[in-house]
């Protein structure tokens, strides 16, 4: 596949033992641990015995698995729900959930593991047992994040949010929501520079949906492009969420193709990373994007 150069564009990351190649994007498969989570109701879950909620790891390897043939190059596992209105969970809480999924991937499957974690403990115990990217959507805000992360090698996705996820809706308010998004992660590239964790490190994404309201959402799709001025690879994440949902008029289950025309405007813009729910789909549309911009 011919490549989409672009002086903005890093030509390859490091994640672990993985090099991921981003002279064309690539797609990062959304596998949640969590029992409560947004869009795929908790699909993970296995009653213990004692009637609580666990992660069941086999059923995670296995969605993990179908995500890798179906092209994704990087899984991202979760176990905090980050979805508006969502309760915090503890520390060793979110340890349990992600931790035996990431070692069980790492261990078995050749693909490189992204944790959407904000936690720092979480972020050093993800990296010893296999996670090659931290995908944190505090941008390593919280207490211990940047140093957690500072001596290893891993990569870092800082993303944009304004407000915490129980208030965020609340919260959105701003000038030029451009603007303010391109100063926040400015600001955190220089505070990461400044911890130690160098630039070749840093992916950046504009957190659609996260203190945000329609408006803000749109107009910074519409406007993406400007975030190159950073430098750095962006990723996005759109799939499933409300600003489709709201223009659709569609429930959760039913926001793929307005997701996909959201992506490939994305990708227009020069979306790097597509974090996604539907891989095989997205990947399929990255391919018909890539057909019609080759010379
Ligand atoms: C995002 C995320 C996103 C990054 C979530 C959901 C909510 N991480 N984690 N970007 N969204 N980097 O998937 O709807 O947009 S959780």
Redesign the pocket.
């Known amino acids: 596949m011919q490549r989409l150069d672009s002086p903005h564009r890093a030509t390859s990351l490091r994640l672990g033992k993985h090099y991921i190649d981003l002279s064309t994007p690539r797609v990062m498969g959304?596998l949640n641990a969590t029992p409560d989570s947004?869009?795929d109701g908790g699909r993970l879950q296995s009653v213990t015995q004692t009637g609580g909620f666990r992660v069941s790891v086999d059923r995670a390897l296995q969605l993990a698995e179908i995500m890798l043939g179906q092209g994704a190059s990087i899984i991202?596992v979760?176990g905090e729900s980050?979805?508006p209105g969502a309760l915090p969970v503890s520390e060793q809480e979110e340890m349990e959930r992600v931790l035996p999924v990431i070692e069980a991937i790492a261990t078995r499957l050749d693909i490189a593991i992204s944790v959407?974690t904000s936690s720092a403990g979480v972020m050093q115990h993800a990296i010893a047992v296999g996670a090659g990217l931290i995908?944190d959507?505090r941008a390593l805000g919280r207490q211990g994040a940047m140093e957690a992360v500072a001596p290893s090698t891993t990569v870092v996705?800082l993303?944009h949010m304004r407000g915490q996820p129980l208030n965020m809706q609340e919260q959105a308010e701003y000038g030029s929501v451009v603007d303010e998004v391109l100063a926040f992660l400015e600001q955190r590239i220089v505070a990461c520079e400044k911890a130690g964790i160098e630039r070749g490190r840093l992916l950046v994404?504009p957190?659609?949906?996260?203190g945000k309201t329609l408006t803000h959402n749109y107009e910074l799709l519409r406007h993406l492009e400007r975030l190159q001025v950073l430098g750095l690879p962006i990723?996005?994440?759109l799939?499933?969420?409300s600003m489709i949902g709201n223009v659709t008029g569609k429930g959760v289950e039913q926001r793929l193709a307005g997701g996909l025309a959201a992506t490939v405007h994305a990708l227009l813009k020069g979306a790097a990373i597509i974090?996604t729910h539907d891989v095989a789909e997205t990947v399929d549309a990255i391919k018909v994007h890539c057909a019609v911009m080759r010379d």
Not at 207 to 210: D, E, I, Q, R, S
């Open positions: 959304i947004f869009s991202d979760g980050t979805r959407d995908n959507v996705c993303m994404d957190g659609f949906g996260f990723l996005v994440g799939s499933r969420k974090r």
